[in-house]
């Protein structure tokens, strides 16, 4: 989430590929270009802080070829703190999204010659974000007894250097005293 809380809708991620369509035979077959957006949402449940890099598209007998490498902004929560973090995924495309729908496809490009990026980023941007990742190499989790978040400071409790599965062992052996 940025500061200001604005982001761009997903149509900045639908692009018009008429021209690439075009039967004129001195029309060119490829075009590159570089995005760069700021926070975009790209589907009600993802929006990224920001998306840049390379995009190109070719036009193949089949399909608009997509190729792209994207730097992608997400907020991502530490799996041992469980607090948020900002983090970049790097997001490699190569996808072929035909001319209307086709049983083999996956993606295409509807009848009025939009090519929707957003269902495919989407996608992988989810899977480089379900691997799972530590705010900072050394966190220092949570207090299971207190739950204070111990990168900002040790909590009040005692903390015995003993292994949780040998404490119940030991607080029988104490009972035994
Ligand atoms: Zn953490
Ligand atoms: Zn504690």
Not at 98 to 109: D, H, M, Q, R
Not at 146 to 168: F, Q, S, W, Y
Request: aromatic share 6%.
């Amino acid at each position: 989430m940025n500061k200001t809380g604005y982001h761009l809708h997903n149509r900045v991620l639908k692009l018009n590929v008429g021209f690439l369509l075009s039967d004129n035979v001195t029309a060119a077959h490829s075009h590159d270009s570089l995005l760069d957006f700021p926070s975009v949402r790209v589907a009600d449940d993802l929006t990224v802080d920001y998306i840049n890099g390379p995009l190109r598209l070719s036009r193949t007998k089949e399909g608009i070829l997509v190729q792209a490498d994207f730097r992608v902004g997400i907020v991502d929560q530490c799996y041992r703190c469980l607090k948020s973090f900002n983090r970049e995924v790097e997001v490699h495309i190569e996808e072929l999204f035909t001319y209307g729908p086709s049983v083999s496809a996956e993606f295409w490009i509807n009848a009025d010659g939009i090519l929707d990026l957003g269902p495919l980023v989407r996608e992988e941007v989810i899977i480089e974000a379900s691997h799972r990742t530590l705010c900072q190499l050394d966190c220092q989790g949570i207090c299971p007894n207190c739950g204070k978040n111990l990168n900002d400071g040790p909590c009040d409790c005692v903390h015995d250097e003993i292994d949780p599965r040998l404490a119940k062992l030991r607080e029988l052996l104490d009972k035994g005293h």
